[in-house]
């Protein structure tokens, strides 16, 4: 069969071998496609692969030879399901990959706003700060502990469970607003609805897709029913999160901070108000990206494409 892969760079930026795809047929390998470019690259290929580029209702009919479309990551909203599935395109994605990788990251978030580890190194490195202080330790900011502190998990599924579990090993108080039921939560996890959620915990960590009832659920009236020292995390996607709103909330000191891996456009335009938002720190989009997330990845990749060539088709999304 021959094997397209649209936008491999992500995923793949030369530290990892596409071998083992190539084993399983005829392959070639952009490292990005834009979308002027996807028809033409794609129209010979029985077998696709895609990270960002779109396929929508449209597109499946110039595009008779495809049988099947790989998704490079969890999320599939790229792909019109329905569509595909009229046109007998199985569509599949990469499920639970990068679950320690995310939860390690919305971490490193809450850590670097409590400990301030990347305002001291700087302080440090461009101020002499520490060089020029009178005393050993050199102190010009609060800190805090985890430990007692209330976190709200938003969605317990892998990612959620995963930083449910972080939280519970450094002596946090979890609780989570999630479809299971209380009787499926460990012990430590307690059930909570929304707004009691935002209105109660330190630290409100998002982990749900996104829906049309999850887009703007972090949005104006939600943020005033928090602490004005509670802290956002979003490691999920980025239209979760009202930018304005967000933005608003930590300018005007209602909610003390926020550690953002995903924003609603991606890569962001130069007016997304977050961007230069009071004590709102963002890293772009590399939450998944650990290399080790890479590496299984790479190895469900070629796991699901092997499995369809065989006719036992797996991580089906439509």
């Not at 963002?282 to 369809?308: C, Q």
Request: glycine share 6%; hydrophobic share 45%.
């Amino acid at each position: 069969m021959k094997i397209v892969v649209l936008d491999g760079y992500a995923g793949n930026p030369g530290d990892l071998s596409w071998d083992a795809l190539k084993a399983l047929g005829e392959c070639t390998i952009y490292d990005r496609t834009a979308p002027d470019e996807m028809i033409d690259r794609a129209k010979d290929a029985e077998i696709v692969l895609t990270n960002k580029v779109c396929f929508k209702a449209e597109h499946f009919k110039q595009l008779p030879k495809l049988r099947y479309i790989g998704v490079i990551a969890t999320g599939f909203n790229i792909i019109d399901c329905e569509a595909a599935k009229a046109h007998n395109v199985v569509v599949t994605n990469i499920p639970a990959y990068s679950t320690n990788s995310v939860a390690q990251m919305a971490f490193a978030h809450i850590l670097n706003i409590y400990n301030r580890v990347d305002h001291y190194a700087t302080e440090i490195r461009e101020k002499d700060a520490w060089v020029k202080s009178l005393d050993f330790s050199y102190l010009n900011t609060p800190l805090h502990e985890l430990a007692g502190k209330k976190i709200g998990i938003i969605g317990l599924g892998n990612t959620g469970s995963a930083t449910a579990r972080i939280a519970i090993g450094f002596g946090m108080e979890v609780f989570a607003y999630t479809s299971k039921s209380e009787f499926q939560l460990p012990h430590e996890i307690k059930k909570m609805e929304i707004d009691e959620l935002f209105g109660m915990c330190d630290i409100v960590s998002l982990h749900c897709p996104l829906t049309p009832s999850t887009k703007n659920l972090v949005n104006a009236e939600r943020l005033k029913l928090m602490k004005p020292n509670a802290i956002i995390i979003n490691t999920s996607r980025g239209p979760v999160v009202n930018a304005q709103d967000l933005a608003d909330a930590l300018n005007s000191g209602r909610v003390m901070a926020a550690g953002i891996d995903v924003l609603d456009t991606e890569p962001p335009t130069t007016d997304n108000p977050l961007l230069k938002a009071k004590n709102c720190y963002i890293t772009p989009h590399i939450a998944w990206a650990s290399y080790e997330a890479r590496v299984r990845l790479m190895d469900i990749l070629v796991g699901n494409v092997k499995a369809f060539i065989e006719g036992k088709a797996i991580n089906v999304v439509n």
